[in-house]
Structures are given as C-alpha cells and as structure tokens.
C-alpha cells in the first residue's frame, strides 16, 4: 500500500541520514537546517526511524570519536552543535526517549544528554529545567538496569549535574541515591565503580544535612567495601 510505501521510504532516508552524520559534515551549516527534521523524527512510532535519527544527533554531537576520548575534549570543539540542538528544544524530547522501551534507543539518548551535561552550567541547568533527574533515574532502578553501558553513562550524567548543593538536593528529592546506594551494594563490580562517582559528589560537594542523609542511607559501609578494589576506585571511595 501507499502509507507501506512511506514507511519504507522513511526507513531508508533516516538510515541514509546516519550514514551522512557518521564522521560528521564538514561544516555544522550543512546540517543544521535539518534539525527541525530531525527533532520530529525523534518522536515517530518507529523504532527504527528513531534509532536511526539518535544515531545521526549524537553524530551531529561528536559522539563515537573513540570510546577512549576525553568528553571535555570532544565537546570542545562542538559548542555550536550543542548550543543549536538546545535551542531547538532537543533536550526534553531526548530526555523521553530514555524511557524508551529499545535498549539500543536508551542508550543512545542517555550518551547525548551526557554529551550535552559536559557543556557547562547552562547545559545542565537546561537539563534539570527539562526535569531530567526522574527520566535518568528509570535507567538506573528500571527493568533495563543491568545494562552496563547505559548504567555507565546515566551515573556519570548524575555525577556531573550534582555539581552543586541544590543540584544534589535536587537528586536526592527524587530518590535516585538509594538506588546510586543500592547498586554499590548489590551490582556487579564495574557498575559499582559508575555508582560510587555520584554517591562521591553528593558527599563532597553537600550540605551537612545532605551527607547526614547519604550516610543514614547507608554509604559509607558500601564506600568501605570498595576500599579493596582497583585504584581509582579506592581513591573515589576514600
């Protein structure tokens, strides 16, 4: 049928799309009038229009440069993608997808928003105006919470935008460190090394009645356990 024939259509143009982000255009200009476009994918019914359409925004990013590259570094030579997709209200339709019922969709949303959380404060104030600790913390406490490489970034998201005593506050009102808590005790051992970077900030950077509560939660014996791990996180722990 037609609409068969749209679908189809649709499919092959946003694959087509990631395929041309891969790598990134050479200049930002020549993609950035298809932003609209592709804010509006990210809300379709197909999965695999949306996939596709994460795949070319975290491109667009500077996303997959090489796992091993240092976020500060990525980022900054990518302000202008970055100030553009916030300014075309990008944050908040991310944000959603990470409730999303695809892992591989999940994944990609949350390695964005962790993108745009490196940015500086204003990014992160957009982010938490867009709500997204609750959205952040259905990764970490929903059925998809043994995912390590989405556990790995929704932590270090938390760790990032806790940067102040409001920010941790903020955290803490939604309940997203007993479950930060939750993990350092029961998860395996990688994703306690993701968990103990947030649970470290709200400690380090909170009010006394802050780490009172992290410590009635129960932190600071989980935080011991960790004192026989590898050095970094034995650092973070101590």
């Known amino acids: 049928?037609?609409?068969?024939?749209?679908?189809?259509?649709?499919?092959?143009?946003?694959?087509?799309?990631?395929?041309?982000?891969?790598?990134?255009?050479?200049?930002?200009?020549?993609?950035?009038?298809?932003?609209?476009?592709?804010?509006?994918?990210?809300?379709?019914?197909?999965?695999?229009v949306v996939e596709n359409a994460c795949y070319s925004l975290h491109y667009l990013l500077g996303g997959f440069k090489g796992e091993v590259a240092n976020a500060e570094e990525i980022?900054?030579?990518?302000?202008?993608?970055?100030?553009?997709?916030?300014?075309?209200?990008?944050?908040?339709?991310?944000?959603?997808?990470?409730?999303?019922?695809?892992?591989?969709?999940?994944?990609?949303?949350?390695?964005?928003?962790?993108l745009i959380s490196t940015m500086g404060d204003l990014c992160i104030q957009t982010i938490?105006?867009?709500?997204?600790?609750?959205?952040?913390?259905?990764?970490?406490?929903?059925?998809?919470g043994l995912h390590e490489c989405i556990h790995q970034f929704a932590c270090s998201t938390i760790a990032v935008v806790s940067n102040?005593?409001?920010?941790?506050?903020?955290?803490?009102?939604?309940?997203?460190?007993?479950c930060l808590i939750g993990m350092m005790a029961n998860a395996l051992y990688r994703i306690k090394q993701f968990a103990v970077r947030p649970?470290?900030?709200a400690i380090r950077g909170g009010t006394f009645a802050q780490v009172e509560y992290m410590v009635a939660q129960g932190s600071?014996?989980?935080?011991?356990?960790?004192?026989?791990?590898?050095?970094?996180?034995t650092a973070t722990a101590l």
């Not at 749209?6 to 255009?25: D, W």
């Not at 600071?220 to 996180?233: E, K, P, V």
């Open 1 to 48: 049928s037609e609409w068969i024939n749209q679908r189809e259509m649709l499919t092959i143009a946003t694959s087509t799309l990631r395929k041309f982000c891969n790598g990134k255009p050479a200049s930002f200009a020549t993609a950035i009038v298809g932003l609209p476009t592709l804010l509006q994918l990210l809300t379709d019914a197909d999965v695999v």
């Open 75 to 114: 980022n900054a030579a990518n302000v202008e993608e970055i100030n553009a997709v916030i300014n075309d209200g990008f944050v908040k339709p991310i944000l959603k997808l990470l409730s999303s019922g695809s892992v591989s969709v999940q994944y990609l949303a949350i390695r964005s928003i962790h």
């Open 128 to 144: 938490a105006n867009a709500n997204g600790l609750p959205y952040i913390k259905g990764l970490l406490c929903g059925p998809n």
């Open 164 to 178: 102040n005593s409001q920010r941790i506050q903020a955290a803490i009102d939604v309940g997203v460190m007993p």
């Open 199 to 201: 649970v470290y900030q």
């Open 220 to 233: 600071i014996g989980h935080l011991c356990n960790l004192l026989i791990a590898d050095f970094n996180t």
